[in-house]
């Protein structure tokens, strides 16, 4: 089979209708996520290093480690920067990399990206709708921690719900950092002034968002004084 036919047998299905921006990404996030000026300022890898406090490479390698090459493997929200280039580079020519994104001016930002990566492809999708796979991996990238409660829950159902029997979700977060941790009240002043829906991550686990967690491996691994967390779940 050619490379074209298998990345059009991997092309992943269309949502029934074309997602809205929900009311809590344009009240919150239009800034960032939903301006022009935004995705100018915001999408260079020394700001996201500078946003991760210097951990960016850390965590995009704590997700890459988790891939094998040849796998198809969805990321189901864009990130700045390097993030799914790095990702793709990791599944190599055999694999696929289907990114998503609910927000049309952050798919068109990442097709430009990606546009000589030929093993990723980006569409419109909102990643609390289920219906997509089976992949062998999902990456999902500071997700969460921008989305309301009851998102949390239909995302982490919905990404579960997309991996093959052995396949995983990997989810790298936010996490309550240590008690001492010099930069905890700086980020507890960013989240009460920016980030209204992140905090929960402090107080909850990411495994708590899942309505059946059975049926998966958990194991979860904190970076940096605790204030970053990965954690993967693997189908059994
Ligand atoms: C992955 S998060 C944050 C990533 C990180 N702060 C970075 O460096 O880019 C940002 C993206 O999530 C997208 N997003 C928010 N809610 C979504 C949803 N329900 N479905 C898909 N994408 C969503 C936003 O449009 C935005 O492009």
Known sequence: ????????????????????????LSETYTWAY????????????PVVTAILWGNARRLIRSVTAELRPGWRVLQPACVYGTFSADVAATLGAAGHLDVSDI?????SLTRRK???????????????????????????FFLLHEVP?????????ALLGSVRRGGKVVFVDYHRPSALHPLRPVMAGVFAALEPFATTLWAHEIRSYASESEGFAWRK?????GMYQKVVAERL
């Open 1 to 24: 089979m050619s490379r074209r036919d298998s990345a059009l047998l991997a092309e992943p299905p269309r949502p029934a209708q074309t997602p809205t921006i929900p009311a809590y």
């Open 34 to 45: 939903l301006s022009k000026l935004g995705c100018a300022v915001f999408d260079r890898q």
């Open 103 to 107: 927000a049309p001016i952050q798919v």
């Open 114 to 140: 990606l546009s000589d990566v030929p093993q990723a492809s980006v569409e419109l999708w909102d990643a609390a709708e289920s219906g997509r796979g089976p992949y062998d991996a999902v990456t999902c």
């Open 149 to 157: 409660e009851d998102y949390k829950g239909r995302i982490v159902d």
């Open 221 to 225: 691994e904190t970076f940096f004084g």
